[in-house]
């Protein structure tokens, strides 16, 4: 499985992530960072820490499970 993770910093100087599962194959760094900036902008994901204030960076994980 695929997760896009995009890592923030909040008011309190924590790094929060936001992970969004099954990324489009095609997304480019510029188009995350976009989305990252728009979180922040418009205060989508509050957190103990206070609000989001930077874009940390974002990449992606990619998991495997083998059955036994």
Excluded: H, W
């Excluded at 100087?13 to 510029?30: A, F, K, W």
């Excluded at 990252?36 to 205060?43: C, G």
């Amino acid at each position: 499985m695929k997760v896009l993770v995009m890592t923030f910093k909040n008011e309190a100087g924590q790094n929060v992530n936001v992970r969004v599962r099954y990324p489009r194959e095609d997304l480019t760094g510029q188009e995350v960072l976009q989305v990252m900036n728009t979180i922040i902008a418009k205060n989508i994901f509050p957190t103990t820490g206070g609000d989001l204030t930077e874009a940390v960076g974002a990449y992606i994980e990619e998991t495997t499970r083998t059955s036994l």
